[in-house]
């Protein structure tokens, strides 16, 4: 099963501000455990986003697209980053998870959504 592992955004991610020395032992930690991921043959794909004051939105309705700028509201709701892994069950994605760094300094959180499979579809 793949699955899409979402860090969340914090007020702080939003800002593209980090302490330094947080960011260096958070980066050391993330490397370590990327490669733990890379080794079980877990991961596939991995990335930091920039904050959403550099993205942009389109909105639809019916023919008509409208831009919307960013930054955007409501930090938590945001993604700073992601992964998509492979694993056998929701089960072992969680179990990964519960193993990873805090990616922000302060409270953070974690999302995970499995990917529709062709089976899914009928």
Not at 75 to 96: C, I, N, P, S
């Amino acid at each position: 099963m793949r699955v899409m592992v979402f860090v969340k955004a914090t007020e702080d991610s939003e800002k593209g501000y980090f302490p330094t020395p947080w960011t260096n032992e958070m980066m050391a930690a993330m490397g370590r455990f990327n490669d733990d991921l890379r080794e079980a043959g877990i991961l596939l794909m991995a990335e930091g986003l920039k904050p959403s004051s550099q993205g942009k939105r389109v909105g639809f309705d019916g023919p008509g697209r409208t831009v919307i700028d960013g930054p955007f509201q409501h930090a938590r709701e945001l993604v700073a980053g992601f992964w998509l892994w492979e694993v056998k069950d929701m089960d072992e994605a969680v179990a990964w998870v519960k193993r990873c760094p805090n990616p922000m300094p302060g409270p953070s959180e974690i999302e995970i959504r499995p990917l529709y499979e062709m089976a899914d579809l009928g």
